[in-house]
Nanobody, 121 residues
């Protein structure tokens, strides 16, 4: 019923920038918040940043001041601008959307398939 699709990952040199995009589509009534998480092998999935429908943002400590999350409510799209990238930012980045589906009564949690970001020289 709902699809979440990320794009924009790739290889970038340390100090470089990359922009990720995520679109939620399908039988969506209202999106409460959207966010980005990242995961490396053998570790848990950690919050990078999220943003509410009203524009309130929250960032993980390791990305504050370097990453910026933004959202286009009309397009059900969230962006993650990543600047001053470091090798430790290398991970698979996942998009998450918490929303009401059409006809639903509870908030449901939806994830994309992930996009890989590699920061290396």
């Amino acid at each position: 019923q709902v699809q979440v699709v990320e794009s924009g990952g790739g290889l970038v040199q340390p100090g470089g920038s990359l922009r990720l995009s995520c679109v939620a589509s399908g039988r969506i009534f209202s999106i409460i918040d959207m966010g980005w998480y990242r995961q490396t092998p053998g570790k848990q999935r950690d919050l990078v940043a999220n943003i509410t429908k009203g524009g309130r943002t929250h960032y993980g400590d390791s990305v504050k001041g370097r990453f910026t999350i933004s959202r286009d409510n009309a397009k059900n799209t969230v962006y993650l601008q990543m600047n001053s990238l470091k090798p430790e930012d290398t991970a698979v980045y996942y998009c998450n959307a918490n929303l009401f589906v059409v006809g639903g009564h509870d908030i449901s949690d939806h994830w994309g398939q992930g996009t890989r970001v590699t920061v290396s020289s």
